[in-house]
């Protein structure tokens, strides 16, 4: 069953529930209330009747002198002395007043309801003025009245509760027509996606969380194709970064086997292929590395010395310093705390320092301290700077500038990074003129290293 019909099905279900508790509360205290109307009508009306009667008869010995008023006035009512605990009239036959006095107690006067057989009767007594007289005047009304008023009344109460059942309906469909369309339309999205139609991805209008939702599709949609790009442009790299030092292996083996390549030839193909091989495994190493970074979740972060990371940093990439007569400038606030992996930031920093080196022209500056809540890492050189076109690039697998290697360097290092819950970007550098790297890391408190 679809959703919109489950909606549907589940308010009208509600509605139906809500409305008979209603009517039959609504059934069971409209008789109390027909009742208690019914006794202050009759109290009022026999009010009225007894204040008359005291006024123009005032005593017992005119009683016979009022009957006929009293039988005038077209209700069921009984005259009952008191004293005598006898009824001295009533409009209603003797048989039914033998009736209500063999049934009920007359004498009982806070009894409101008689019986006479199976019917049921409303009562109100009035007492007459003075008390002494003994005289109550005892009106009644049949419960078949009330009931048939109580039955009416429901009758209107359900076309009333039909109408208005069916105008919530209508509202409880339109409503979850309006809540539910949105979703049928994500769910045909999804299913875009699904078949990497991408570009065929729409918008769709919602509100509230299904809106939220669906711009989390939307993003998904982006990301997802963003990658699938990424992984082609990736294959497609990396297939080429391997078919080269594997033809240029190919080749020389070849050569030497048909002899081909003799004497020094044959020494500089044999030293090419190891150079080769050489790279081959830098750039397979690099490959499993960050497919680790990606799919592995065995990241050991502990609390680190910024100062003492930077310097074992700067101390594994020494040699490599010298070769290139690079001189460090080092600035690095001594309190600052980098919560991470050691072993894999090292390889983050030591990847940034090594394109520093690679493009740098005599100098280098590392410069490490927080602002704004922040751990701040800046690596910059005298070089030739990033190309504009680049720089949104640089990051990615295989892209490679002047002097680069196997182009997964910066990669790896962005990956370690942002494990670190940091984030990495590049700019020009205002003082050297050449690349600036500038690392953003979280400043962590030395709880959390308790914790972890």
Not at 1 to 27: C, D, E, N, P, W
Not at 277 to 294: F, P, T
Not at 324 to 338: G, T
């Amino acid at each position: 069953m679809k959703l919109r019909s489950q909606l549907t099905l589940a308010f009208t279900g509600l509605l139906i529930v809500v409305l008979t508790v209603t009517g039959y509360l609504i059934y069971s205290l409209i008789l109390d209330i027909l009742v208690q109307d019914e006794q202050r009508q009759l109290e009022e009306t026999g009010e009225l009747l007894a204040n008359f009667l005291t006024e123009q008869y005032g005593t017992t010995k005119d009683i016979h002198e009022f009957n006929q008023f009293l039988n005038d006035q077209e209700l069921q009512l009984f005259l009952y002395d008191r004293n005598m605990d006898t009824v001295l009239f009533s409009t209603m036959p003797n048989s039914v007043v033998a009736g209500f006095f063999q049934e009920n107690n007359f004498a009982n006067t806070k009894e409101t309801m008689w019986q006479l057989g199976n019917d049921r009767f409303v009562t109100s007594r009035i007492l007459f003025n003075p008390d002494a007289l003994g005289l109550e005047l005892i009106l009644l009304t049949p419960m078949t009245d009330l009931h048939e008023i109580q039955r009416n009344f429901i009758k209107r109460l359900f076309l009333i509760f039909l109408i208005g059942a069916l105008l919530a309906i209508w509202l409880s469909y339109y409503l979850t027509n309006t809540l539910v369309t949105p979703l049928t339309l994500l769910q045909r999205q999804l299913k875009k996606i699904e078949k990497r139609q991408f570009d065929d991805v729409e918008r769709i209008k919602a509100t509230g969380e299904i809106k939220e939702v669906e711009q989390s599709v939307f993003e998904m949609a982006n990301e997802l194709q963003r990658y699938m790009s990424s992984q082609q442009v990736f294959f497609q790299n990396a297939s080429h970064e391997l078919k080269t030092p594997l033809m240029t292996i190919q080749g020389y083996a070849e050569g030497i086997k048909d002899g081909v390549f003799e004497g020094e030839e044959k020494d500089k193909g044999l030293e090419l292929m190891v150079e080769e091989v050489k790279r081959l495994k830098v750039i397979i190493n690099e490959m499993i590395l960050l497919a680790k970074l990606d799919t592995e979740k065995t990241y050991e972060p502990i609390m680190l010395s910024g100062d003492v990371l930077i310097d074992a940093v700067i101390d594994r990439l020494f040699p490599m310093l010298t070769e290139n007569n690079i001189r460090v400038d080092k600035q690095v606030k001594e309190d600052i705390q980098i919560y991470a992996d050691e072993e894999k930031m090292l390889r983050a920093l030591s990847n940034i320092v090594v394109n520093a080196i690679r493009h740098a022209k005599s100098r280098i500056r590392i410069h490490a301290y927080t602002e704004h809540k922040q751990i701040m890492i800046t690596v910059e050189d005298d070089g030739d700077g990033v190309a504009e076109d680049l720089i949104p690039h640089i990051f990615h697998r295989f892209i490679k500038g002047k002097s680069g290697e196997s182009g997964l360097g910066l990669a790896i290092a962005r990956a370690i990074i942002e494990q670190s819950d940091g984030k990495i970007s590049v700019d020009r550098s205002p003082d050297l003129e050449g690349a600036r790297f500038i690392i953003t890391l979280p400043v962590v408190s030395n709880k959390r290293e308790k914790q972890g």
